[in-house]
């Protein structure tokens, strides 16, 4: 069975500091990872992920996420935060190679960022 | 953008009474997808397809069905709604767009509230 976990429910930071919101997974083998910001009222926005290669990867709006394999950890991170990144941030995995319904990818419960100004 | 449309966006239904949320897609993607969101829960799926009236359950399918009739549209159906199915519900695709992962969109959503 795969598993995600967001550990913290909300995360503050001031604009203009850097942020992470933390994600770690279970899976057998290897992941494919992914992050999704959601702002209010709308739908989940694809952001980045990762498949192989680099473990930093860089995505939309100035975003990164750092794979390490040790600690089964996918933070994503940015250098200078915007009140404008107050969202809504989901990780996501799934096995690579899967086929069928595990494909699948599961889903955290979500991080709320508020970024203060 | 992955041209996907949800209707109805917003919806207050009687206890009791059927539901249809329909999910419109223009870009021909074989998997689509159903969830639900939930405060303390995130996402959770309800069902999925693989292909016209190929489909099959997720994680919370009780009280609710599916069908595809033709590539572009997925139905979810409440066939007798209840107030534990107050949510709001989310249709996605997935697609091999920008390298292999099979990478999930999702719709703007539908806001179900059952009184």
């Known amino acids: 069975a795969q598993s995600v976990a967001q550990p913290e429910d909300q995360v503050n930071v001031a604009e203009g500091n850097p942020l992470t919101v933390k994600c770690t997974y279970s899976?057998?083998?290897?992941?494919?990872l992914f992050w999704y910001v959601q702002y209010p009222n709308r739908g989940l926005q694809f952001l980045l992920k990762?498949?192989?290669?680099?473990?930093l990867v860089k995505g939309s709006y100035g975003f990164e996420a750092e794979f390490n394999k040790s600690q089964t950890s996918f933070h994503l991170k940015k250098p200078s935060a915007l009140v404008s990144d107050s969202a809504l941030y989901f990780c996501?995995?799934?096995?690579?190679?899967?086929?069928?319904?595990?494909?699948?990818?599961?889903f955290g419960r979500g991080t709320s960022l508020i970024v203060h100004p | 953008d992955a041209g996907i449309t949800q209707s109805p966006r917003h919806k207050v239904t009687e206890t009791g009474t059927p539901v249809t949320l329909r999910c419109h897609q223009t870009?021909?993607?074989?998997?689509m997808y159903w969830y639900r969101q939930d405060p303390g829960h995130g996402l959770r799926l309800i069902h999925y397809?693989?292909?016209?009236?190929?489909?099959d359950k997720g994680e919370v399918s009780d009280g609710y069905s599916v069908s595809r009739s033709k590539t572009e549209d997925f139905l979810l159906t409440l066939e007798s709604a209840t107030s534990s199915q107050t949510s709001v519900y989310f249709c996605?695709?997935?697609?091999?767009?920008?390298?292999?992962?099979?990478?999930?969109?999702f719709g703007e959503g539908s806001w179900l509230t059952v009184v």
């Open positions: 397809s693989y292909g016209v009236k190929d489909t």
């Open positions: 996501a995995v799934r096995a690579a190679g899967a086929s069928g319904g595990s494909y699948i990818p599961t």
């Open positions: 870009e021909n993607h074989r998997y």
């Open positions: 996605a695709i997935s697609t091999n767009r920008g390298g292999s992962g099979n990478t999930i969109y």
């Open positions: 990762y498949i192989t290669g680099d473990n």
């Open positions: 899976v057998s083998g290897n992941p494919y």
